[in-house]
C-alpha cells in the first residue's frame, strides 16, 4: 500500500501537535506529570512518616487516577517515584558528564554565575597581529600561527 507523502506529513503534524509537550512518552492520566510537581511534597511526606497508601489516596482525591478513573494505588505510586526520580538522577549525570567535557562550549544557563565556567570569556581581537619575521627571536602566538597557516591555505587553492 502506497502512502501519500503530503498526507502523512499533515497527519503527523497534527499528532505531534496534540502531544504535550514533554521529553517523555504518551501520558494518558497525568499521574507521571503530577507526582513530578509533587514530588518535593511527596519527598517531605515520606520524610515525616506518611505511608505511601496515604499519599496515594490523598492524590486519588484530588483527582489523579490510575487507568480509566480507578484510584491510585501505592503500588503504582511507588513506582512512578521510582521512575520519576531515576530520570532526574539519569539528567544531572547526563549534565554533569556534559559539563565535564572539554569539547562542548558551556551555556550560561547550566551553570551557577558563582562557578568559573559560567563567566564568559573574552571576544577575540578583530585581526591578530601578523607574523614575526622568523630571525626576529620574538615568538609567535598560537592564533597568529593558525592564521598564517590558513591564509597559506587559501594561497594555495586560490584560483589563478
Known amino acids: 500500500m502506497p502512502l501519500d507523502p503530503k498526507r502523512l506529513a499533515r497527519d503527523a503534524n497534527r499528532a505531534q501537535a496534540k502531544r504535550p509537550d514533554t521529553g517523555i512518552g504518551r501520558e494518558t492520566t497525568g ?3 503530577a507526582v513530578r510537581a509533587g514530588l518535593p511534597v511527596i519527598r517531605q511526606l515520606r520524610a515525616a512518616g506518611v505511608t505511601w497508601a496515604a ?3 490523598a492524590m486519588s ?3 489523579v487516577t490510575q487507568g480509566a478513573g480507578k484510584p491510585l494505588s501505592a ?3 511507588t513506582a512512578i517515584v521510582t521512575q520519576v526520580e ?3 538522577r539519569h539528567k544531572a549525570e547526563r549534565e554533569a558528564g556534559r559539563r565535564s567535557r572539554s569539547d562542548l562550549t558551556v551555556s550560561s544557563g547550566t551553570l551557577p ?3 568559573p565556567a559560567a563567566t564568559p570569556l573574552p571576544a577575540p581581537a578583530a585581526a591578530p ?3 614575526p619575521p622568523s630571525g626576529s627571536g620574538v615568538p609567535a602566538t598560537e592564533e597568529a600561527i593558525r592564521r598564517a597557516g590558513l591564509n597559506d591555505l587559501h ?3 586560490k584560483k589563478s
Open 31 to 33: 499521574v507521571t506529570r
Open 55 to 57: 499519599i496515594a489516596e
Open 61 to 63: 482525591a484530588q483527582g
Open 75 to 77: 503500588t503504582r505510586l
Open 86 to 88: 531515576a530520570q532526574i
Open 113 to 115: 554565575p558563582s562557578h
Open 129 to 131: 597581529a601578523p607574523l
Open 155 to 157: 594561497q594555495l587553492l
